[in-house]
Every structure is written in C-alpha cells, then in structure tokens.
C-alpha cells in the first residue's frame, strides 16, 4: 500500500532534522511552502528562538504580480535583508522535506543573492 505524500515528506523532514540543527553562530534556515505561498525562518535552536522570518505575505512581496518562483525569490531577497540587520550572514538550509527543486530552490538562490551564505 502506498504512504501519502504528507507522510513521506514527514519522514524525511524527521530525518534531515537529525542532522540539521541551528546554533548561534550558524543558525537554521527553514522552510515550509504550501500551494498557495511560502514562508522561512532563520531559528536559533540552541536557544529555541527565531531570529528572523519571512512569507509571501509580507507588505513588499503580496502587493507585487508576480507567479510563484518569483515570488519566492523576493521571499529570499527579503529575508536575506532581514539577516543582514539581525548580523546574521552565515546559515544552514533546512528544506523541510521538501525537493530542492523549483520555488525552494528559488529561495535559496535569492537568499543567495541577497547576501546569505550556506
């Protein structure tokens, strides 16, 4: 029988946060996408705290046209310009069980972009 896709995706989330941890010199990067938007976080899990966070939802990137990928790049632009007043230029990237494929991907490379490094 097969497992649905919500349930595969929690495995491999479970497994890839065996290994990714944030601390406060090399914080977390998280990521959760829905069909609709998409969201990150830079977390500090050695002290439990979120640091800085962005969504598509934000004023600048949801009064702007653009389709998804794009918009997804703007979330990293963003968030890489939030870090950079929070001092944070270093980070790990936490997929989140999803493929690195497509708006994740789009993520990364705009946080990239914006000055972020992982």
Same mark, same amino acid.
């Given at each position: 029988?097969?497992?649905?896709?919500?349930?595969?995706?929690?495995?491999?989330?479970?497994?890839?946060?065996?290994?990714?941890?944030?601390?406060?010199?090399?914080?977390?990067?998280?990521?959760?996408?829905?069909?609709?938007?998409?969201?990150?976080?830079?977390?500090?899990?050695?002290?439990?705290?979120?640091?800085?966070?962005?969504?598509?939802?934000?004023?600048?990137?949801?009064?702007?046209?653009?389709?998804?990928?794009?918009?997804?790049?703007?979330?990293?632009?963003? @968030? *890489? +310009?939030? =870090?950079? #007043?929070?001092?944070?230029?270093?980070?790990?990237?936490?997929?989140?069980?999803?493929?690195?494929?497509?708006?994740?991907?789009? @993520? *990364? +490379?705009? =946080?990239? #972009?914006?000055?972020?490094?992982?």
């Amino acid at each position: 029988m097969s497992k649905s896709k919500s349930f595969q995706r929690s495995r491999i989330r479970r497994r890839i946060r065996g290994k990714i941890s944030g601390t406060s010199e090399r914080p977390r990067l998280s990521v959760f996408r829905s069909n609709k938007q998409i969201y990150c976080q830079i977390i500090d899990d050695s002290n439990g705290t979120t640091l800085v966070s962005a969504g598509s939802l934000d004023k600048d990137i949801a009064s702007k046209v653009v389709n998804k990928i794009e918009q997804a790049k703007l979330v990293g632009q963003l @968030l *890489a +310009e939030k =870090a950079k #007043e929070a001092e944070v230029e270093i980070v790990t990237f936490d997929r989140g069980g999803y493929v690195y494929h497509g708006r994740i991907k789009a @993520l *990364a +490379e705009g =946080a990239r #972009e914006g000055g972020l490094k992982f």
